[in-house]
């Protein structure tokens, strides 16, 4: 949009302290825009994860991981899109920072078959699956009987490139037997990175000392 200047303060004194401004105009003007246009919708409506990153009102981060059906994560119009929030392990992290801070990014990356990504990023809310359905007719449903409770709908402020330089190709292969919506600690992982055995160890450290 003329006269939109995209980009953080950080952002632009870095550019002016590195000699990068003209290039980085250059990539706000014939990159960015306000909305998604129609190149953009059909690559989301292809993509089968995303990985979003909120904070909360600290500005304390976090990254997430999304995945579904391809055409999980919705646009509702060039200015709105949504992706469900299927039950998990109760943390609720991302929507908890949403409530707190609205602000929200998101990657999609197609690592198959034209190696590029978009970036959108937009101002979200938590809508209820039944107000949503009652607003959005053609929201998906085929959700492999996965509870669908909650959505996240994302007001879009900001969508762009991710350059294909340095995405690797992936193949696909083919994965039998998810449990969707289980709440199975082996088919999440278990204590993969071991994070409950330390926690453990080290209570039973402390109970080793404590009692000498």
């Not at 929201?139 to 340095?166: D, F, M, Q």
């Not at 999440?188 to 109970?207: C, M, N, S, T």
Request: proline letters at 4%; aromatic letters at 8%.
């Amino acid at each position: 949009m003329p006269g939109t200047r995209y980009g953080s303060d950080g952002e632009h004194e870095l550019q002016d302290r590195h000699g990068s401004t003209e290039r980085a105009e250059r990539f706000y003007t014939d990159q960015v825009l306000d909305h998604l246009n129609p190149t953009m919708i059909e690559f989301i409506a292809r993509m089968d994860m995303a990985f979003i990153a909120t904070s909360d009102k600290h500005g304390e981060c976090d990254t997430s991981f999304r995945a579904g059906e391809p055409g999980f994560l919705h646009v509702i119009d060039e200015r709105t899109i949504a992706y469900p929030e299927f039950r998990g392990n109760g943390v609720m992290a991302s929507m908890g920072n949403i409530l707190e801070n609205p602000h929200i990014g998101i990657l999609l990356m197609d690592f198959v078959r034209d190696l590029i990504g978009l970036h959108v990023n937009g101002s979200a809310r938590v809508v209820e699956d039944a107000t949503l359905r009652g607003r959005v007719g053609d929201l998906p449903s085929n959700t492999k009987g996965r509870t669908v409770g909650l959505w996240v709908v994302i007001g879009v402020e900001e969508a762009y490139i991710h350059c294909r330089k340095h995405i690797p190709r992936l193949v696909p292969a083919p994965r039998e037997n998810r449990e969707w919506g289980t709440d199975s600690t082996r088919a999440k992982g278990g204590d993969y990175f071991g994070a409950k055995a330390d926690r453990e160890g080290l209570v039973a450290a402390l109970h080793t000392f404590g009692g000498r």
